[in-house]
């Protein structure tokens, strides 16, 4: 590896611009090249790229802390459970929440799952062409959501709606105006606190079988969960759940309409769909980064952090650290050795990874089966939405079955 | 082919399970559990690819 580079501007990466939105594995490599650990544009912050340094952060809650300044401002003033809070306080809350998000209980939902990616699949196969993402990867996670937590599918309408309020109020409200946004922001959060409070006291009088069930009646050494708690747990599976894989699919999707060979592989071999999910994570990482609070100082990678500092772990660089993976600029859905991040690693590990890895491989079957051959509509080019590379623009096309 | 799981590292990836889950089952969290800590000849390469795809480098392999 040469030498971090003395020049300031090298040493500076901007998280927020569209091309890095569009293809950040450039930046990455640039990073590992030059500046393993740079400073954020605009904000200043340290942001961390090698592999090695951002899985020994993940693993060091102690000097890397989850407890940050509340961002999100929804005026609840409660930090996210089990997401902006350290161990030992999480893992209490992991203890309740994982066996509801085992391996096992996801794949009771796969057949459910199938039906709905068929379903939507129904609404345009005939036409020959879709918007990925209001047509399919919007409305999938969503309706995994609803079924999950045992909410009825018909509030999917209304709850698209309200999560983009949350989300992207700038959608919603068509301004840039910060404290327009901000109060929208609050507005749908507030909706969504009363709509789940709702169903709180629906479950409580009339137990079903499903998560939210599960929760008003779950208990911690004994004690059951407050009426705050298991807002905050749902609001956050909300945040955590949803755009998430929404965008997981729109960069699959996309890389595989931009690569006919390797979509052809998954259409003639099925049985790659798994290493295909997992190395299409690892290239892509949508989640880029994550954020953490440094707790002391510390020289990481020739840089100087101090205790108080916002610091980005960014997942998706490591993921393609050559240190790390072998022939790491290529995609190879046979990858023997992928440790990649995608999900994370250590405490905060994603809860959802498990329903997530069962919705992509569904969704990435159930695509390829009924609509094996597609492109980029002609003259159109896909567009990322920053933060969270959600694929806002996908327009595609194929010859319609006759 | 002995492998042996390091509980305070895993955190429920799952990966093990998946690729091997001759070698590998989990508990009520999703965390790793051996189930066959002396690995016989056929199980081991979907062992293999456990220890290659933990991220948490929990799984440890003696040949
Ligand atoms: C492909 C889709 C997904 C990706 C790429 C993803 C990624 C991540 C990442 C990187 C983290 C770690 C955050 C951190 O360390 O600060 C995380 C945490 C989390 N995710 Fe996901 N996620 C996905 C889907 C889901 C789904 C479907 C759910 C729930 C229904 C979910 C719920 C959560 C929760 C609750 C946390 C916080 C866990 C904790 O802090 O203990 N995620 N996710
Ligand atoms: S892959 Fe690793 S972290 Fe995940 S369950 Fe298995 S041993 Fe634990």
């Known amino acids: 590896?040469?030498?971090?580079?003395?020049?300031?501007?090298?040493?500076?990466?901007?998280?927020?611009?569209?091309?890095?939105?569009?293809?950040?594995?450039?930046?990455?490599?640039r990073m590992h090249a030059e500046c393993p650990v740079a400073r954020a544009a605009i904000t200043n912050s340290p942001v961390i790229s090698r592999y090695e340094?951002?899985?020994?952060?993940?693993?060091?809650?102690?000097?890397?802390?989850?407890?940050?300044?509340?961002?999100?401002?929804?005026?609840?003033?409660r930090p996210m459970i089990p997401q902006q809070i350290d161990p030992p306080a999480q893992t209490r809350y992991r203890k309740l929440l994982d066996p509801h998000f085992s391996r096992k209980k996801m794949a009771e939902l796969e057949p459910d799952m199938r039906g709905y990616a068929n379903d939507l699949i129904d609404r345009f196969i005939d036409a020959g062409r879709c918007d990925f993402d209001p047509d399919f990867a919007v409305p999938l996670p969503c309706t995994a959501f609803l079924r999950l937590i045992g909410l009825p599918l018909s509030d999917l309408e209304f709850f698209l709606e309200l999560k983009n309020g949350i989300i992207r109020p700038q959608l919603k409200t068509q301004s840039i105006d910060q404290e327009v946004n901000r109060t929208a922001r609050v507005e749908s959060g507030r909706q969504i606190y009363a709509y789940f409070e709702e169903v709180i006291d629906d479950r409580t009088a009339r137990p079903g079988d499903d998560l939210m069930t599960q929760l008003v009646h779950a208990e911690i050494g004994g004690e059951r969960l407050s009426r705050n708690e298991i807002l905050d747990i749902c609001f956050l599976l909300l945040l955590a759940g949803l755009d998430t894989v929404t965008a997981t699919l729109g960069c699959n999707i996309a890389y595989l309409a931009a690569n006919p060979k390797q979509r052809r592989s998954l259409v003639e071999k099925p049985e790659l769909t798994d290493g295909a999910v997992e190395e299409?994570?690892?290239?892509?990482?949508?989640?880029?980064?994550?954020?953490?609070?440094?707790?002391?100082?510390?020289?990481?990678?020739?840089?100087?952090?101090?205790?108080?500092?916002?610091?980005?772990?960014?997942?998706?660089?490591?993921?393609?650290?050559?240190?790390?993976?072998?022939?790491?600029?290529?995609?190879?859905?046979?990858?023997?050795?992928?440790?990649?991040?995608?999900?994370?690693?250590?405490?905060?590990?994603?809860?959802?990874?498990?329903?997530a890895r069962m919705e992509l491989r569904v969704?990435?079957?159930?695509?390829?089966?009924r609509i094996p051959e597609y492109q980029v509509a002609p003259g159109e080019a896909p567009r990322y939405s920053p933060g969270i590379r959600e694929v806002l623009y996908l327009p595609l096309v194929w010859d319609a079955p006759r | 082919m002995k492998v042996r799981v390091d509980a305070a590292a895993c955190v429920g990836h799952g990966r093990c399970y998946e690729l091997a889950p001759g070698v590998f089952g989990e508990d009520e969290r999703g965390h790793c559990r051996v189930l066959l800590p002396d690995v016989p000849p056929e199980q081991q390469k979907p062992a293999r690819a456990a220890e290659a795809n933990c991220p948490e480098r929990a799984i440890q392999i003696e040949a």
């Open chain 1, 363 to 369: 969704a990435m079957q159930e695509w390829h089966r």
């Open chain 1, 1 to 29: 590896m040469s030498a971090p580079n003395p020049d300031p501007e090298a040493r500076t990466v901007n998280l927020f611009a569209p091309e890095f939105a569009r293809c950040p594995q450039e930046v990455y490599a």
């Open chain 1, 53 to 77: 340094d951002v899985i020994w952060a993940l693993r060091h809650p102690d000097l890397f802390s989850s407890e940050m300044e509340l961002q999100m401002a929804l005026g609840t003033e």
């Open chain 1, 280 to 355: 299409l994570l690892r290239w892509e990482t949508p989640v880029t980064g994550v954020p953490r609070v440094a707790r002391k100082d510390m020289t990481v990678g020739g840089l100087e952090i101090k205790e108080g500092e916002l610091v980005t772990l960014l997942l998706g660089a490591a993921d393609i650290d050559a240190d790390e993976f072998e022939a790491s600029d290529r995609v190879d859905f046979e990858r023997a050795r992928n440790r990649h991040l995608a999900f994370g690693g250590g405490p905060h590990r994603c809860l959802g990874s498990h329903l």
